[in-house]
Nanobody
Framework: QVQLVESGGGLVQPGGSLRLSCVAS????????MNWYRQAPGQPGQQREL??????????NYADSVKGRWSISRGANMSTIYLQMNSLRPEDTAVYYC?????????????WGQGTQVTVSS
Protein backbone atom coordinates (compact mmCIF):
# COMPACT_ATOMS: atom_id res chain seq x y z
CA GLN A 1 0.00 0.00 0.00
CA VAL A 2 1.00 3.61 -0.61
CA GLN A 3 -0.10 6.76 1.18
CA LEU A 4 0.15 10.18 -0.44
CA VAL A 5 -0.16 13.51 1.35
CA GLU A 6 -0.33 16.78 -0.56
CA SER A 7 0.29 20.24 0.81
CA GLY A 8 0.92 23.77 -0.40
CA GLY A 9 -2.42 24.76 -1.84
CA GLY A 10 -4.12 28.03 -1.05
CA LEU A 11 -5.43 31.31 -2.40
CA VAL A 12 -3.21 33.31 -4.72
CA GLN A 13 -3.71 36.30 -7.01
CA PRO A 14 -3.47 35.94 -10.80
CA GLY A 15 0.17 35.99 -11.85
CA GLY A 16 1.30 34.62 -8.51
CA SER A 17 3.05 31.37 -7.62
CA LEU A 18 2.50 28.34 -5.44
CA ARG A 19 4.51 25.23 -4.76
CA LEU A 20 2.70 21.98 -4.10
CA SER A 21 4.36 19.07 -2.34
CA CYS A 22 3.45 15.41 -2.21
CA VAL A 23 5.01 13.01 0.25
CA ALA A 24 4.67 9.31 -0.45
CA SER A 25 5.11 6.54 2.10
CA UNK A 26 4.64 2.81 2.17
CA UNK A 27 5.65 0.30 -0.49
CA UNK A 28 7.72 2.30 -2.97
CA UNK A 29 8.60 -0.57 -5.28
CA UNK A 30 7.73 -0.77 -8.99
CA UNK A 31 7.00 2.93 -9.40
CA UNK A 32 6.28 3.88 -12.99
CA UNK A 33 5.60 7.59 -12.49
CA MET A 34 4.32 10.23 -10.11
CA ASN A 35 1.85 12.73 -11.38
CA TRP A 36 -0.22 15.80 -10.58
CA TYR A 37 -3.84 15.87 -11.69
CA ARG A 38 -6.46 18.53 -11.20
CA GLN A 39 -10.23 18.68 -11.11
CA ALA A 40 -11.97 21.99 -11.68
CA PRO A 41 -14.74 23.09 -9.30
CA GLY A 42 -18.38 22.41 -10.08
CA GLN A 43 -17.48 19.54 -12.38
CA PRO A 44 -17.32 16.44 -10.18
CA GLY A 45 -18.22 14.16 -13.04
CA GLN A 46 -15.44 15.44 -15.24
CA GLN A 47 -12.31 13.38 -15.51
CA ARG A 48 -9.30 14.63 -13.69
CA GLU A 49 -6.81 16.33 -15.95
CA LEU A 50 -3.18 15.24 -15.94
CA UNK A 51 -1.10 18.40 -15.69
CA UNK A 52 2.41 17.15 -14.94
CA UNK A 53 4.26 13.86 -14.78
CA UNK A 54 7.69 12.71 -13.71
CA UNK A 55 8.73 9.17 -14.54
CA UNK A 56 10.90 6.83 -12.52
CA UNK A 57 13.88 7.78 -14.70
CA UNK A 58 13.23 11.49 -14.36
CA UNK A 59 11.52 12.32 -17.62
CA UNK A 60 8.87 15.01 -17.34
CA ASN A 61 5.71 15.73 -19.30
CA TYR A 62 3.24 18.60 -19.07
CA ALA A 63 -0.22 19.47 -20.28
CA ASP A 64 -0.15 22.13 -22.96
CA SER A 65 -2.05 24.48 -20.67
CA VAL A 66 0.80 24.61 -18.13
CA LYS A 67 3.90 24.22 -20.30
CA GLY A 68 6.40 26.98 -19.73
CA ARG A 69 4.68 28.06 -16.50
CA TRP A 70 5.01 25.06 -14.22
CA SER A 71 7.70 22.63 -13.27
CA ILE A 72 7.55 19.19 -11.67
CA SER A 73 10.51 17.89 -9.69
CA ARG A 74 11.31 15.30 -7.11
CA GLY A 75 13.43 14.85 -4.05
CA ALA A 76 16.48 12.60 -3.81
CA ASN A 77 14.23 9.60 -4.31
CA MET A 78 10.68 9.18 -5.54
CA SER A 79 9.17 9.69 -2.10
CA THR A 80 8.57 13.42 -2.55
CA ILE A 81 7.55 15.39 -5.60
CA TYR A 82 6.88 19.07 -6.09
CA LEU A 83 4.89 21.18 -8.49
CA GLN A 84 6.14 24.73 -8.89
CA MET A 85 3.28 26.75 -10.35
CA ASN A 86 4.15 30.18 -11.71
CA SER A 87 2.08 32.73 -13.59
CA LEU A 88 -1.11 31.30 -12.14
CA ARG A 89 -4.39 32.04 -13.89
CA PRO A 90 -7.99 31.94 -12.66
CA GLU A 91 -8.58 28.90 -14.85
CA ASP A 92 -5.95 27.04 -12.82
CA THR A 93 -8.38 27.02 -9.91
CA ALA A 94 -8.99 23.37 -9.03
CA VAL A 95 -8.36 20.64 -6.53
CA TYR A 96 -4.91 19.22 -7.22
CA TYR A 97 -4.28 15.54 -6.64
CA CYS A 98 -1.02 13.69 -6.32
CA UNK A 99 -0.96 10.34 -8.09
CA UNK A 100 1.52 7.51 -7.89
CA UNK A 101 1.41 4.86 -10.57
CA UNK A 102 2.94 1.45 -10.25
CA UNK A 103 3.52 -1.07 -12.98
CA UNK A 104 4.13 -4.71 -12.25
CA UNK A 105 3.91 -7.53 -14.79
CA UNK A 106 2.07 -5.19 -17.17
CA UNK A 107 -0.55 -4.19 -14.62
CA UNK A 108 -0.95 -0.56 -13.60
CA UNK A 109 -2.07 0.43 -10.12
CA UNK A 110 -2.93 3.99 -9.16
CA UNK A 111 -2.76 5.58 -5.74
CA TRP A 112 -4.23 9.00 -4.91
CA GLY A 113 -3.81 11.66 -2.31
CA GLN A 114 -6.71 13.51 -0.74
CA GLY A 115 -6.19 16.62 -2.85
CA THR A 116 -5.29 20.21 -2.09
CA GLN A 117 -7.31 23.23 -3.16
CA VAL A 118 -5.72 25.91 -5.32
CA THR A 119 -7.73 29.07 -5.87
CA VAL A 120 -6.52 31.82 -8.18
CA SER A 121 -8.50 34.98 -7.69
CA SER A 122 -8.07 38.68 -7.16
Amino acid sequence: QVQLVESGGGLVQPGGSLRLSCVASGDMSNINSMNWYRQAPGQPGQQRELVAQITSIGNTNYADSVKGRWSISRGANMSTIYLQMNSLRPEDTAVYYCNLRKMRIGELTNYWGQGTQVTVSS
